[in-house]
């Protein structure tokens, strides 16, 4: 297993914390405002996959050719 990333995993309470709240609210404005953040550019349905190297592989893939399109559309 590895480890991406150097948040901390918040706990899980009974009663919501108002800052973790105001954290999350603010992640998620900040996520909608990069220029692809409207959407993932995975098309919509159900995928198989035999291997996770695969999933990985489609991912990626998908991920380029939105991010092209992208910057071709920014022209």
Do not use: W
């Not at 009974?14 to 996520?31: C, H, K, Q, T, Y």
Request: charged residues 25%; contains cysteine; glycine residues 6%.
């Amino acid at each position: 297993m590895r480890t991406v990333g150097h948040r901390k995993e918040r706990p899980i309470s009974f009663s919501a914390s108002a800052a973790f709240l105001a954290e999350g609210a603010r992640f998620n404005d900040e996520i909608h405002r990069l220029p692809t953040g409207q959407s993932t550019g995975i098309p919509k349905g159900v995928f198989h996959f035999k291997t996770h190297e695969d999933a990985n592989r489609h991912q990626a893939e998908c991920l380029v050719r939105y991010m092209a399109a992208a910057a071709l559309a920014r022209r």
